[in-house]
């Protein structure tokens, strides 16, 4: 799976259901893209496929929230706060581990703190539901 478009935020949950097949305990995911173009919708798909029933929203204000699923999942939100020292202080690199499943919206404003084998995903606005998902193997082919 390199890309997909989805037609409405239930086809979007969908494909967040189905990619959580292919995640896996250290992965790191960076969430790119403009104001809801689908990054929150996306991960709630994606916990859903993780078995994680309890609703999910973007940690926009608490910066971080984290859920118990079959693995130990860490979702971080940057839109707020672009200060790289806030988030060495919040222990961001404690996160990225090889137990954590990792996943940063609005990670372009963190990118020097992320690890090299960071997996990039592109949200981008196709209409008023539509959405292009794009997964990039790299930084320097993304943003």
Known sequence: WVG?????PHETIQLGEYFSG???KGDVYAFLGELASGKTTFIQGILRGLR????????TFT????????????????????????WIKLGL?????????????WADKIKVL?????IYIQFSHKGVNKREII?????YSCC
Request: hydrophobic share 25%.
């Open 93 to 105: 690199n404690d996160y990225m581990n090889e137990e954590n499943i990792v996943m940063i919206e």
């Open 52 to 59: 994680y029933t309890r609703p999910v929203t973007s940690p």
């Open 22 to 24: 292919f995640m896996e």
């Open 4 to 8: 997909s478009e989805t037609q409405d």
């Open 63 to 86: 910066l971080i929230n984290e859920y118990n699923t079959k693995h130990q999942v860490i979702h971080i939100d940057c839109y707020r706060e672009n200060e790289l020292n806030r």
């Open 114 to 118: 992320l690890p090299e084998d960071t």
């Open 135 to 139: 997964l990039k193997e790299n930084e």
